[in-house]
């Protein structure tokens, strides 16, 4: 019988984690914009101080996917919050119920640590991931508008 295992990631899973990365920028069409390195990923995920934290999926002890995630804070609740930065299952492996799994899991962690929700985002075009989250009661915050800077943007305002 096959099953299905989630684990703490560990600095020894960064080049797997970045070959995911990078998978998942490459569905996104945004393979160009990954910066990040093996180095970078021990540094950012794994060194001292980090508020990031990363899990590996597993089918029959195989790695299959991952997911990144850590916690925000909510003003309103009071309370912190776990975000989902990404999540990425293998192409030849979804609907083995790896994405699921990990979901589960991480509202596990959102509920044992006292989170007042679990949230994440999802591009608007992606919808095989829109219908997932849908059938797994999710509900899309269409109220509210996500903003970024970057680059010169960023380096502009901060001088």
């Not at 998978?23 to 069409?29: D, N, S």
């Not at 996500?146 to 305002?157: N, Q, V």
Request: aromatic content about 14%; proline content about 3%; hydrophobic content about 40%.
């Amino acid at each position: 019988m096959s099953s299905i295992n989630i684990r703490n990631a560990g600095i020894e899973d960064s080049g797997l984690i970045l070959r995911y990365i990078t998978e998942l920028a490459r569905y996104e069409k945004a393979e160009s914009e990954v910066k990040a390195c093996e180095e970078t990923i021990k540094s950012s995920l794994f060194g001292p101080g980090t508020v990031t934290r990363a899990l590996i999926c597993e089918y029959d002890n195989e790695p299959i996917g991952f997911a990144v995630y850590f916690f925000n804070y909510s003003t309103w609740l009071a309370k912190q919050g776990l975000y989902l930065e990404d999540l990425y299952i293998t192409p030849e492996y979804r609907g083995y119920g790896g994405g699921k799994a990990l979901l589960r899991h991480l509202a596990r962690i959102a509920l044992d640590t006292n989170c007042g929700r679990f949230e994440w985002s999802v591009l608007d075009w992606n919808k095989p991931a829109i219908d997932f989250y849908d059938g797994l009661g999710a509900k899309p915050q269409n109220e509210w508008i996500g903003y970024r800077l970057t680059g010169k943007a960023l380096l502009d305002l901060a001088q």
